[in-house]
Structure formats: C-alpha cells, structure tokens
C-alpha cells in the first residue's frame, strides 16, 4: 500500500522557511512585494488571487491586486505591467489566466520584467530553465520536485515518465526531472502503447487533466506517482487523474487529489517572490 505524500504537510514546512528568511529581510527594511492583475470576473481565479493574498499575509509579503474589467485594452494592461516593472517595492508581478479572448496573453506577459517573472512563464526564464542556470521554476514542476524529495526517493538514474506535455507543466517538468539526473520520457495523446511506457516508469506525473485517466494496470510496482490532474468525477467531486483506489496498492508513494500537489503550487509562488526580492536589493 502506497504511502500518502501530504502536500499540505510539504508545503507548511516550507512556508515556514519563507516565513523566517522574509523575517531577516525584513531586519535589513526589505519587504517582498507581489502584484496580481486579474482580468474579467472568472470565479476560480477571484478564488485562486484570494487564496495568493492570503498565503502572502501568512508568510509577511506585501501584495497589491489589480481587478481589471473585461473589456480591458492590451496597451492599457500593458502600461499596469510598465509601471510595476518600474517599482521597486513591487518584486513579481503575476498575471491570473485565464484572460478574456480578445486579449492575448503570450504577448502582454511578456511584458513582464524577466526579473520579476515569478511564474516563470517568460521565454527568458523558459530558455534559462533549459539549459539548468535559472533564478525561477515554473511553481507546480518545482512543487513536484519537493514531493519527491520529500519521500527520500532519489531522481538520479530512475525512469521517469511525464504524461502531458503543456508549457505550464509538462515540458519543465521534464527538464526538471533531466536535471536532478533522471532518464526522462513525455508521454502524450499521440503516444502508441502508453501503458508499456508508464510501467517501466520509477517516477510517474500525470498531467493530461483527465479524470481517473492512469489505472492500476499503468503503474510499476513501488513507483511514484504524482497526480497533477484537477478534474471533477461524475458526481462533481474533486479528483485526479489517477484512480486513486486501485493505483493506491500498487504504487509505492501517491499523492492524493486534493491535498497533494495543490497546496504547493502558490508556496513555490512565495519562494520564487522571496528569490526575486533577494536578487533585487543584491543578496
């Protein structure tokens, strides 16, 4: 039976490392700083911009929101961005999607100083990522990465297999996994024979958004399994992509679906913030 990876448990550790590092800047009159533009009224992100809010008063940041109609013009987004680019007690700038279509938002968060980029969405920080000198991860990759290491399970020399090849998850969470020395397969709705690929998999991350999607019979036997998916099952319950109650016997850690990967998704936000503010004031 798998052990439970407790994001929840991860993700308050590591708070409480932000808390006392925000602490000793704080000594020194720094501050760190996040500002959130929201764009239109989409109810999950008005929950997710609350959620950063509150993370922020909890770890002593400073935060700014921005609530900006729908109808927004891209020049006028824009020049938010320039103007928070140009303050100095504002250290990252996040723009919530999704964002209404006639808005395009590769185009207006690249915008957005590389510096202060702490989704680490920005071609900048995506090329630095590539080739392993960067500042900022992209929040959820990075989180998993903690999970993992939570469990004592060393990447180095495992077989790892990513399910899902998005920009925001799949494609650095594999050159995450590349980097910490794992042999490394992306997996995708294209991909012939999966199950006899995800079974060779030591390391296993589902992202394809896809309810109950990895069964038992896709799973190596002692493997790690991490469930990115947030989907809702035929009832409207929250799950994964992983069938959690047959994969469970199988695996030999797990993450549940929620409380796993979840919680640790704005922490990494928080630790990409913190870094910002200390590369910015020169520590």
């Keep these: 039976m798998a052990q439970i990876i407790s994001g929840k448990e991860v993700s308050a550790g590591i708070r409480a490392q932000i808390r006392r590092q925000t602490q000793e800047l704080a000594a020194a009159g720094i501050t760190p700083g996040l500002a959130v533009i929201l764009v239109g009224d989409d109810s999950a992100s008005k929950v997710y911009v609350a959620n950063k809010k509150k993370a922020c008063e909890e770890v002593g940041f400073y935060s700014e929101e921005y609530i900006r109609p729908a109808d927004e013009t891209e020049s006028e987004l824009v020049d938010l961005i320039e103007s928070l680019n140009s303050r100095r007690d504002i250290n990252g700038i996040l723009l919530q999607s999704p964002i209404p279509p006639h808005l395009d938002y590769k185009k207006i968060s690249e915008h957005i100083s590389p510096l202060k980029d702490v989704d680490a969405f920005h071609p900048y920080n995506v090329g630095r990522i590539m080739i392993g000198d960067y500042d900022f991860l992209p929040c959820t990759p990075a989180g998993i990465m903690e999970l993992i290491a939570s469990t004592g399970v060393s990447v180095a020399g495992k077989r790892c297999v990513v399910i899902g090849r998005s920009n925001i998850v ?5 050159m995450l996994l590349l980097h910490a020395d794992g042999t490394v397969t992306i997996c995708h709705s294209k991909t012939v024979g999966l199950a006899d690929i995800t079974k060779q998999a030591d390391i296993l991350v589902s992202a394809v958004g896809r309810a109950g999607f990895v069964t038992a019979d896709m799973v190596k036997p002692g493997a790690v399994v991490i469930d990115v998916g947030m989907n ?13 109650e047959t994969v469970q016997p199988v695996a030999g850690y797990i993450t549940p679906v929620p409380g796993g990967v979840g919680p640790m998704t704005i922490t ?4 990409n913030t913190l870094r910002a503010a200390q590369i910015q004031n020169g520590l």
């Design 170 to 174: 799949g494609k650095p969470m594999a």
């Design 232 to 244: 809702r099952d035929g009832n409207g319950k929250l799950c994964g992509d992983v069938d959690f």
């Design 268 to 271: 990494m936000l928080l630790k």
